[in-house]
């Protein structure tokens, strides 16, 4: 079905004119309205906090909202490789239009062509931007930026600082932002969840939120609301995610009418610590900048592959001719860069070959010798210390002696809630940037795009776009949050409370939440098929049920309760398991990091289906046990050559 | 393995706090130390009794979250780390650990092992920025930046505000806290022309909050799970200094 309902407002025009055109037409607002009008940003990782921050420098009043004790603990704090931007200070053939295609390739031509255009062509500006900021990018010895190469690319376009890129650039924008806290055009409300969105006539009108330190429940208007809460990676348990990353502000918006898209595209990345046992809480990623100097490999005999687990022998003892380097052995164009999601299921198939090193038998080597030969170690300390220090605490391993294991895990959402050019929901007022929408990364995100995007919304996209809907807000009141509409959402929200609380089950909220871990990962991960994602959605069903039986959560609604916490967000993350199984189901094609066993090439590679597929699946929810309904956005290329992704020559 | 646990356990605010005995048993020596807590907690809740609460998140040392003192130390005993990364096969088998929050004036406690560090933020509101807006800004190479300065500027923006070094310092000073911060724009051309009038601000933002004074122990710097020098606190004496001279 092709819906009408679905205006992705892309302009008209030649490709490369369409954002310069676009902003010629929208509406501004002056200067004396901007004072009059309010704006609610829920998330302060990298989207949240530009966006505040250029929202609040523009004299808008911003309302910023963190579920942490500060803005600064958002985990795009935690990305480390880098940021992408088309620069080309390295003369080698980049352009706007090259970071574009390898985006638009990258993401197996499910992504919306004009809001990737828009988005290669934003990325310089955000380089020059941070550099203004006082971020510590790193430089070469002439007083110039450098740059390292990054996978799905043939070109060095990733700036960076260490290997705390995220960091860097979170601190620029914290910084931003705290200059708009102290001027008073932004109220900063820390350690607020949003429960809830209000809708006001069919507008979004503000939220309701949760004070965790005294339990409150707390009432916010504006005229417009900014979703940025980024991805909901960790409805699989074990994640690279912090631990408070959650999807819940996303299905709240979700429930209120927000048309959620593509929730099927989960990025699973190839370079995670593998999984040491039952008691682990959550997966650490180790950078893709790694794979610049780094070389994957097993061993080409399974008999090494038995000496290894039994610990009979290093994998340095093992002779270079009996490695199987099977990424360069693949691809010998990209050789140890190729995107994620082919990195990703290369290492699945050679543990399910039974070529795994560890015990488990689920982890692949990440090699340096070859560099530390080739450039010294001092050259790969400076280039990755902070890393091979994180690796070594947390194994025991030193990697600069023995390679590290690595094993794929669950990383980022491309899917996330459907917006248009304008970044705009399908709930008028509510908008979504950064992971929490869908429109950029199509079925696979390009390493150092997350950056690249989360910044290019806030700084460059959103505070141009929005003011294109408050326009027509300026002679709107502030919003009366005694509206009958906050009374009953309210009202709603605390029956749900007392409700959990009341349940007083036998199971901590983490034992359930495992549960669903276990589910997701074995059949919506990384290989799904049919009866796979139909046993899927039955079990995630069941422990749904269970949850609504027999969770356990201590304490009371008043009080600071992190265990309360967890389980609103697992309610959430259960709706969110059956609309990935679900959307898994439906897409009956491989594409990017979605892959159907039944639709593959004869070497394993991923099988589009353009004909039937080539649309954003986005789904309209239609109440409790009910199916939501599909509504699909064609995806027309006018400017690229759809083709099959050939990551080989 | 298996640990004896004395945790600080406090109501709120206001309440006061004491110390509370636990046994943890099958611990694995890979399990890491917030997971031994998950543990402790899950094992609590199915008794019925209240878990105890402790500010985490991103559990790989980057988002500063995470906040304990260790057997008397900040982040336990390990070297530049933070709690989060700290394994459990740091410990001997039947170990007691003694938890407790960071201890500060300017630090209330929200509840057991959670403090507020509100006061952090305030301090970088005061000055902790470069007054750009967004746009309007040059080409990122048109200001050339010695390797070294741009260096020595990322060594001091490593800092994760986690608040070790307020915790550890018998004065309860967050010098180096807010010298990591001046420093790493002071380095920086960008962050120069106004390197002075902040570090102005944010010391004068700093003693208003509650924290002590610096007495130059170094114990910031032994603590400081990224490392942070203290020159850095030499660096904001100095632009601190020429600020005052300009008064």
């Known amino acids: 079905m092709i819906n009408t309902q679905l205006q992705s407002k892309v302009p008209d025009g030649p490709l490369h004119e369409k954002w310069t055109n676009h902003k010629s037409n929208i509406k501004v607002v002056s200067p004396a309205n901007k004072r009059k009008l309010e704006i609610i940003v829920v998330g ?28 600064r603990r958002a985990h795009s704090i935690a990305a480390q490789g880098g940021i992408n931007a088309a620069k080309n200070y390295q003369n080698d053939n980049d352009s706007i239009y090259r970071l574009f295609y390898d985006t638009i390739k990258g993401g197996d031509y499910r992504s919306r062509e004009a809001n990737v255009y828009r988005l290669a062509e934003v990325s310089p500006l955000i380089i020059d931007q941070c550099v203004a900021q006082g971020v510590p990018f790193a430089r070469e010895y002439g007083g110039m930026l450098a740059n390292r190469s990054f996978g799905g690319a043939q070109v060095s376009r990733t700036f960076y600082a260490r290997g705390q890129t995220g960091q860097q650039l979170l601190l620029g924008a914290y910084a931003a932002l705290n200059r708009q806290i102290a001027s008073g055009n932004v109220k900063s409300y820390n350690r607020r969840e949003m429960l809830d969105l209000v809708i006001i006539d069919g507008q979004a009108k503000g939220i309701i939120a949760r004070n965790l330190e005294t339990g409150e429940i707390e009432r916010y208007g504006a005229h417009a609301v900014v979703i940025a809460t980024g991805g909901y990676g960790n409805a699989f348990f074990l994640s690279t995610n912090a631990m408070n990353s959650n999807g819940s502000a996303m299905i709240q918006c979700y429930k209120r009418g927000a048309f959620f898209a593509n929730p099927c595209y989960a990025q699973i990345h190839p370079t995670c610590i593998p999984v040491h046992g039952e008691q682990q809480s959550k997966l650490t990623l180790m950078s893709e900048s790694l794979r610049n100097d780094g070389r994957i490999w097993v061993p080409k005999k399974l008999e090494d592959v038995e000496k290894l687990r039994k610990k009979q022998i290093k994998p340095s003892q093992i002779a270079e001719a009996d490695r199987d380097y099977y990424l360069e052995r693949r691809y010998p164009a990209f050789g140890n860069l190729v995107p994620r999601d082919v990195a990703s299921r290369a290492a699945k198939e050679r543990c399910d070959a039974g070529f795994g090193v560890n015990e488990t038998g689920l982890a692949v080597f990440l090699d340096f010798s070859t560099a530390i030969e080739r450039l010294g170690q001092k050259v790969i300390a400076e280039r990755y210390g902070n890393l091979f220090q994180m690796y070594e605490k947390i194994t025991d391993v030193n990697p600069y002696k023995e ?32 992971e929490a929408n869908f429109s950029d990364h199509g079925g696979n995100r390009l390493g150092a795009s997350a950056l690249m995007q989360g910044l290019a919304d806030g700084y460059f996209v959103l505070p141009y776009t929005i003011g294109d809907y408050l326009a027509k807000e300026i002679q709107t009141p502030k919003t009366n949050i005694n509206h009958e509409a906050f009374n009953e959402t309210e009202k709603q929200i605390k029956e749900k409370i007392n409700k959990i609380l009341n349940i007083k089950g036998k199971q901590p909220v983490d034992v359930i939440h495992k549960k669903l871990g276990r589910i997701m990962w074995e059949y919506v991960g990384m290989a799904r098929n049919e009866n796979g994602l139909k046993k899927a959605l039955e079990l995630i069903e069941e422990v749904r049920n269970e949850f609504w039986t027999d ?30 199984a679900l959307d898994a189901l439906n897409r009956k094609e491989s594409c990017g990091g979605h892959f159907r066993e039944e639709m593959q090439t004869e070497d394993g590679e991923t099988k589009r289906d353009d004909e039937n597929y080539m649309h954003v699946a986005a789904w309209e929810y239609q109440g409790e046990n009910k199916t939501p309904i599909l509504h699909k956005e064609p995806l027309t290329y006018e400017t690229v050559h759809v083709s099959t992704r050939n990551y080989k020559d | 393995m298996k640990f004896k646990l004395k945790i600080w356990r406090q109501k709120n605010a206001k309440a006061k706090g004491y110390f509370e005995d636990f046994d943890v048993d099958n611990i694995s020596p890979d399990t890491s130390f917030l997971e031994m807590l998950d543990i402790l907690n899950n094992n609590l809740i199915s008794a019925g009794k209240e878990p105890v609460a402790f500010d985490h998140d991103c559990r790989e040392g980057i988002c500063g979250m995470c906040s304990l003192y260790i057997n008397g130390r900040a982040h336990g005993p390990d070297e530049d780390i933070t709690t989060c990364q700290l394994h459990m096969r740091k410990f001997k088998d039947g170990d007691l650990i003694t938890v407790e929050p960071w201890r500060s004036a300017a630090f209330p406690v929200v509840k057991d092992l959670v403090v507020n560090r509100n006061a952090f933020d305030q301090i970088l509101q005061a000055g902790g920025f470069v007054s750009v807006n967004t746009g309007g800004v040059p080409d990122g190479n048109t200001i050339p930046i010695s390797k070294l300065d741009a260096d020595e500027a990322m060594d001091a923006s490593a800092c994760i505000g986690c608040g070790a070094c307020v915790a550890t310092c018998k004065n309860g000073s967050a010098m180096l806290f807010v010298a990591a911060r001046v420093s790493a724009l002071a380095k920086l051309p960008q962050g120069k022309v106004e390197a002075q009038q902040r570090a102005k601000a944010m010391v004068a933002k700093m003693d208003e909050l509650g924290f002590g004074s610096c007495t130059n122990t170094q114990a910031c710097q032994a603590e400081c799970p990224k490392g942070i020098s203290i020159a850095h606190i030499a660096r904001l004496n100095r632009e601190f200094l020429c600020a005052k001279l300009k008064d």
């Open chain 1, 403 to 434: 390679p590290m294991q690595i094993y794929p895990a669950i990383h980022y959402t491309m899917g996330g809630i459907w917006v248009d050019y304008n970044l705009m929901t399908t709930i008028p007022g509510l908008y979504a940037i950064g």
């Open chain 1, 44 to 71: 302060t990782g990298l989207g949240g906090a530009s966006a505040a921050a250029s929202l609040g420098e523009l004299g808008y009043n911003v309302k910023v909202f963190c579920i942490s004790d500060s803005p």
């Open chain 1, 551 to 580: 969770v356990l959560v201590p304490g009371t609604n008043t009080e600071f309760n992190q265990e309360l916490e967890k389980a609103m967000r697992l309610v959430d993350f259960l709706e969110i398991g059956k609309l990935i």
